[in-house]
């Protein structure tokens, strides 16, 4: 039986465990607060608390939001793993024995979440010993209650869910910034592009409906255009077309890496202002205490702070 410094878990308050993670999860003491249903100056004193317990600063505040430390984003896991845990035993439940279950949890999102998260998920499965199965299915940020409305998907992911009610649950997974997607040699552009090269050449968009993306409405503020030679509506076709033409995609950048490791496709920063963007996990509200359901969301959780830590293997 491991030991247990009992002394050490008496110092700490294990609702400060819960006010870390929601600040991990949301990268906000407002939106902290809302979720927890206390005041902001509640988690903000509970902020002071954790940064004395743990000797670090834990989350920095930027006008991105609260960014965790080194410190914060290596016991994050861990605090994950401490919160199941304990809830399960308050909830008088057993955990999921993923490693001898042979259920196949059925995730819905977008392609280009698919890309960088779907590989890491199954082979975190795999090198973890586990027996489960995924099935991922396609959906985005318009269609996702079309996808939960199934009763077979367990998970979404997609952006920011548009018209979002109390019937649904989610969680932030990360935050991220849009980069350009290019082939280098066959432009000759070197990263990173600049305006006037972003501009000069013929672009790919992708979009809901294939027709006119948020790119064009920044650009329309300016007074300025691109030139769309062809429209998606999946980041797989505008990666086919990448490779064979003298276009410019202009994609999130977890995706954007995926793919330029997949299709070996330069990686540049956008040269205009794109203002990033989170992606949420959403399940049905009445799934909040289901066994398989919890487990799901920490697995992926956990998957993907180690991806943002840097910490799996790239695929």
Not at 212 to 221: K, Q
Not at 222 to 243: D, N, Q, W
Request: a neutral charge.
């Amino acid at each position: 039986m491991p030991m247990i410094r009992v002394t050490n878990i008496s110092r700490i308050d294990l609702n400060l465990l819960v006010i870390f993670q929601c600040l991990m999860s949301e990268r906000s003491v407002t939106r902290t607060a809302a979720v927890l249903h206390v005041t902001q100056g509640a988690v903000s004193s509970s902020l002071k608390r954790l940064r004395e317990q743990f000797h670090d600063d834990l989350f920095i505040r930027t006008g991105a939001g609260m960014v965790p430390t080194r410190r914060a984003l290596e016991i994050a896991p861990k605090v994950v793993q401490a919160l199941t845990a304990v809830s399960a035993i308050i909830d008088r439940q057993p955990l999921f024995a993923a490693e001898s279950s042979s259920r196949t949890f059925n995730i819905a999102l977008s392609d280009d979440i698919e890309s960088y998260l779907s590989p890491r998920l199954v082979n975190e499965a795999r090198a973890k010993g586990l027996s489960v199965n995924f099935a991922f299915h396609q959906t985005n940020s318009s269609l996702w209650k079309t996808a939960l409305a199934d009763p077979d998907i367990d998970m979404v992911l997609c952006s920011e869910p548009k018209e979002f009610t109390s019937h649904y649950s989610s969680q932030v997974l990360f935050s991220s910034s849009y980069s350009c997607l290019y082939d280098g040699p066959r432009l000759n552009i070197q990263s990173p592009l600049t305006r006037e090269e972003y501009l000069k050449h013929e672009h790919v968009r992708v979009s809901f409906d294939g027709r006119r993306g948020f790119v064009d409405d920044l650009l329309e503020s300016e007074g300025i255009s691109r030139r769309v030679s062809a429209s998606f509506t999946h980041f797989s076709g505008a990666l086919a077309t990448l490779v064979h033409s003298d276009v410019i995609a202009t994609l999130p950048t977890f995706a954007a890496l995926s793919y330029a490791r997949i299709a070996r496709l330069t990686v540049s920063p956008v040269p205009i202002f794109v203002p990033a963007f989170r992606v949420f996990m959403i399940w049905d509200v009445e799934r909040n205490d289901d066994l398989h359901n919890r487990w799901l969301r920490n697995f992926i959780l956990e998957t993907t702070q180690e991806l943002q830590r840097g910490t799996l293997t790239s695929v």
